[in-house]
């Protein structure tokens, strides 16, 4: 079945806490992002990669990291959580960058930093 | 700057008709997604045009025009089923920018 995971789904940490979301699709997708949604502000991009060892900032990439060392993932860190972190996050893959191929999200992470 | 802007809430009744307007200011074009997401799930794939006119599927329709910067989501016979929250996104090139969400209410 073509899919996007992440993991974990929930996660509650403290403010300074080094933590790690995983992303992985298995579609052989180049392209992949990261999203956060928060009430009333929509998707927001934290960062993209076009393909492995390329990676570029979002609209809103201070305080993550990501690699892409393989195609198939794409993780998020957040080396440093802060409480305006808090937030549900989206990853998405796609053929291309073209909007006409399908994005495909995974289920989301909501995480709670305190 | 990149904007897009689409109503907050929109409010019909099933059966009926309900247009999702979106106007969109952005440095790169190349086309416009609509994505649908319910409460607790992730958004999913409705519709892309990349060149001005209709594109139809099924229930759905989107509609755009490049010298108006502007496109629509029609969705006909709404059904219950239909209540979530609808994005548009502009293609930019190198990323897709999403508007905030328009979110659908159906009354019975």
């Known amino acids: 079945e073509a899919q996007v995971t992440q993991n974990p789904r929930y996660l509650i940490t403290v403010t300074g806490k080094k933590l790690t979301v995983t992303c992985s699709q298995n579609m052989n997708h180049e392209y992949m992002s990261w999203y956060r949604q928060d009430p009333g502000l929509g998707l927001r991009q934290i960062y993209y990669?076009?393909?492995?060892?390329?990676?570029d900032k979002g609209d809103v990439p201070e305080g993550y990291k990501v690699s892409r060392k393989e195609k198939r993932n794409f993780p998020l860190i957040l080396e440093s959580p802060s409480p305006n972190q808090t937030s549900l996050y989206f990853c998405?893959?796609?053929?291309?960058?073209?909007?006409?191929?399908?994005?495909?999200f995974g289920p989301g992470t909501r995480l709670l930093v305190l | 700057g990149q904007s897009l802007e689409q109503p907050s809430e929109v409010t019909a009744v099933e059966g009926a008709i309900v247009q999702i307007n979106c106007t969109y200011q952005?440095?790169?074009?190349?086309?416009l997604s609509w994505y649908q997401q319910h409460d607790g799930g992730a958004p999913t794939f409705l519709s892309y045009?990349?060149?001005?006119g209709l594109e139809e599927t099924g229930r759905f329709s989107s509609f755009l025009s490049r010298s108006d910067s502007y496109g629509y989501l029609l969705l006909q016979e709404l059904q219950m089923k239909d209540s979530a929250s609808y994005f548009c996104?502009?293609?930019?090139?190198?990323?897709?920018?999403f508007g905030k969400g328009t979110r659908l209410h159906i009354l019975p």
């Open positions: 998405a893959s796609s053929l291309s960058t073209s909007g006409r191929e399908t994005q495909y």
């Open positions: 045009n990349g060149l001005d």
């Open positions: 952005t440095s790169g074009f190349y086309g």
């Open positions: 996104a502009v293609d930019g090139g190198d990323k897709i920018i």
């Open positions: 990669s076009m393909n492995v060892e390329v990676t």
